[in-house]
Structure formats: structure tokens, C-alpha cells
């Protein structure tokens, strides 16, 4: 069974420029996360789908940042315009509701 | 909102040694918690996943407990290696099905 992919692995950008991650999780994982994780620190949630629905974006500074899952299945996660304070690993996780989480290799994205 | 405390925040040990690590939440309504491994560079890796209504879990070398009244879990590590050195993070789910994670603990297994 595939495991939960990300792209890209890694990303260098300018201050101000956008850029996207994209997540595809476990199959039939109803339950989508992205995390965002700072060097020597545990994940921070930005967002929680529960299928198509975003149930938790609390986090999500909506000002700079946008996710969507379309059709319930594979999700996107952009930043524009990034900032130097960006520069993090980014997380995607997936698990059938209340149950074993799996994650990604993450992104890990670098802001000059 | 929960919080979760991991003590200490880095271990170094001798191979071979048995060694505890600890995680504490702050709301006992929890309805998991989950144990996850990270090297360098890298994801979670899920190592065992306890139910509220478990009091422990085994795989392996590894031992997970899980006391709810007292806010506490642990993982225990057997007969420690080199190639278990990484950081182990533990993560609470709530009803609410949200995940509260700790900070870590940093192990290094000494050859």
C-alpha cells in the first residue's frame, strides 16, 4: 500500500513569491492534515478535512495561505506571498476518522 | 485546549540500556494517543497507537502505557540500539478528533 506522497521535497524561493505543495494521501483516508513544523519543534496544525470539508483551519493564516482538497481525495496547500517566517517543514497526514495517523516525507521549504 | 509536555527534551544512552520516555497531556478526555518516530529530514513514522480505553501497547521492543487519570504515557525502549537514535514525538487525539502533539524528545543511542 502506497503511504501518504508530497511534492516537492524541498523548495528554495524569494521572499514574495508563491508557492504550492501538494498532498496525496493513504486511499480511502477520509481525514486530511497539514501540519506546519519548525526546527526542534513538534507539528502545528494549519488545517483539518474531513473528506471535501475543511473542519479545522483555525491556524491557517488566511491572510498568505490557501488549501483545498478537491474531490475529497488529493490537497494543495499554497502560500502567496510567502514570507521570510515561512521557511518550515510542511506536513501532510492522512488516517480513517479517530484513527492511526500517517505522514508524508514533508516539504521542506527554504524563504530568501 | 490540551497541552502535551515530553520530558526530557533530549537522552543520550549506552547500547544495550532499557530507557523510559515520558508524555504528559493535560485533559484526560482523551480518545488516542499515538506514539511517532522522526529521523533527520524527515516524516513521522507511527510506531503504536493506544486507545483510551488501553492501558498498553506492544511492538516489538517497544512498550507504550497509557495511564488517562493521571494524564501520563510512556515509551519504553528495549535493549536500546544505535539505529534507534531519532526524536519520538507522542500526539493526543481528542473527541473532537483533533491532534495535540509534544515537543519531542531527542534520543542518541551510543555505540
Known amino acids: 500500500e502506497a503511504g501518504v506522497v508530497q511534492s516537492p521535497r524541498y523548495k528554495i524561493i524569494e521572499k514574495k513569491q508563491p508557492v504550492a505543495f501538494w498532498c496525496n494521501p493513504i486511499?480511502?483516508?477520509?481525514?486530511l492534515y497539514w501540519y506546519l513544523q519548525n526546527l526542534g519543534q513538534g507539528p502545528e496544525l494549519l488545517i483539518r478535512?474531513?473528506?471535501?470539508?475543511?473542519?479545522?483551519d483555525s491556524q491557517l493564516p488566511k491572510d498568505r495561505f490557501s488549501a483545498e482538497r478537491l474531490k475529497g481525495v488529493d490537497s494543495t496547500l499554497k502560500i502567496q506571498p510567502a514570507e521570510l517566517g515561512d521557511s518550515a517543514v510542511y506536513l501532510c497526514?492522512?488516517?480513517?476518522?479517530?484513527?492511526?495517523?500517517?505522514f508524508g516525507e514533508g516539504s521542506r521549504l527554504t524563504v530568501l | 485546549k490540551q497541552e502535551v509536555t515530553q520530558i526530557p527534551a533530549a537522552l543520550s544512552v549506552p547500547e544495550g540500556e532499557n530507557l523510559v520516555l515520558n508524555c504528559s497531556f493535560t485533559?484526560?478526555?482523551?480518545?488516542?494517543l499515538q506514539w511517532f518516530r522522526q529521523d533527520p529530514g524527515k516524516g513521522l513514522t507511527s510506531l503504536l497507537l493506544?486507545?483510551?480505553?488501553?492501558r498498553e501497547q506492544t511492538s516489538g521492543r517497544l512498550n507504550a502505557s497509557l495511564d488517562k487519570s493521571s494524564g501520563r504515557s510512556t515509551l519504553y525502549i528495549a535493549a536500546s540500539q544505535p539505529g534507534d537514535s531519532a526524536t519520538y514525538l507522542c500526539?493526543?487525539?481528542?473527541?473532537?478528533?483533533?491532534?495535540?502533539f509534544g515537543t519531542g524528545t531527542r534520543l542518541t543511542v551510543i555505540p
Open positions: 497526514a492522512s488516517s480513517p476518522r479517530g484513527r492511526e495517523l500517517f
Open positions: 486511499s480511502g483516508h477520509n481525514t
Open positions: 478535512y474531513e473528506n471535501e470539508e475543511a473542519v479545522d
Open positions: 485533559d484526560s478526555a482523551i480518545y488516542n
Open positions: 493506544i486507545q483510551s480505553s488501553q
Open positions: 500526539a493526543v487525539r481528542t473527541g473532537a478528533n483533533n491532534l495535540f
